[in-house]
């Protein structure tokens, strides 16, 4: 099985807690790293250096999606926090739905929060490949 992976971070979010964070989601699936076909976040995060680390790590395709094209994808978790700081109530459940081509019911993990020792937050959500 094929994945996209969708991730939201605060800025200046290390490697190593978007490391921790998708690896302890990809062990909620049941999934390993090769399962990953892509990547994808909000285009507010299109320079965020952890974030292109990992797309490198993996290596994987990384797509960026506006706030606009978040905005309109329906998501089982919806943030009103999100919303006010990225002009959508979803970053990681979204772009992991847009970027796996696929509606809801396709989520595998829906929203994986960690806070990892840098004091940053990342989320991460896994959509099955269509």
Same mark, same amino acid.
């Given at each position: ?14 490697? /190593?807690?978007?490391? /921790?964070? $998708? ?28 974030? $292109?680390? $990992?797309?490198?790590? $993996? ?72």
């Amino acid at each position: 099985m094929k994945v996209a992976v969708g991730i939201g971070c605060d800025r200046g979010t290390s490697l /190593a807690t978007l490391e /921790a964070a $998708l690896s302890q989601a990809l062990a909620e699936a049941g999934l390993s790293p090769e399962a990953i076909e892509r990547l994808a976040s909000i285009t507010l995060k299109a320079d965020e250096p952890g974030l $292109l680390a $990992l797309a490198a790590r $993996l290596p994987c395709e990384i797509r960026f999606y506006s706030p606009e094209e978040l905005a309109a994808v329906p998501v089982p978790h919806p943030s009103e926090v999100v919303r006010r700081h990225t002009g959508t109530p979803s970053v990681a459940e979204a772009a992991a739905l847009l970027a796996a081509g696929v509606g809801m019911e396709a989520l595998i993990v829906e929203k994986h929060r960690y806070r990892g020792p840098d004091g940053r937050n990342a989320t991460v959500s896994i959509a099955r490949m269509s």
